[in-house]
């Protein structure tokens, strides 16, 4: 799944270790989340577009959503 996390997470001019604080997670969990090759569950998926400040779509623009409020990345 294609996503614009480093691209958000750098015009923000954030850090990701200060998104991982915010989280609470490792940084080779983000690192897996930036690379496509870890998926965030629902709840962190929210947390990180709150943390961001942009919608779910904005850092996965090919998610589908299923039902309300639940998102198929």
Known sequence: MENRL??????????????CEKLQIH?????????????PNQQRL???????NVSIKDMFP???????NYYYI
């Open 27 to 39: 940084p080779s969990i983000m690192s897996g989340y930036i690379k496509g090759t870890r998926k």
């Open 62 to 68: 090919d998610c589908k959503i299923k039902r309300i």
């Open 46 to 52: 929210r947390d990180l577009a709150r943390i961001l």
């Open 6 to 19: 480093k691209e958000i997470i750098t015009s923000k001019g954030l850090k990701n270790t200060h998104i």
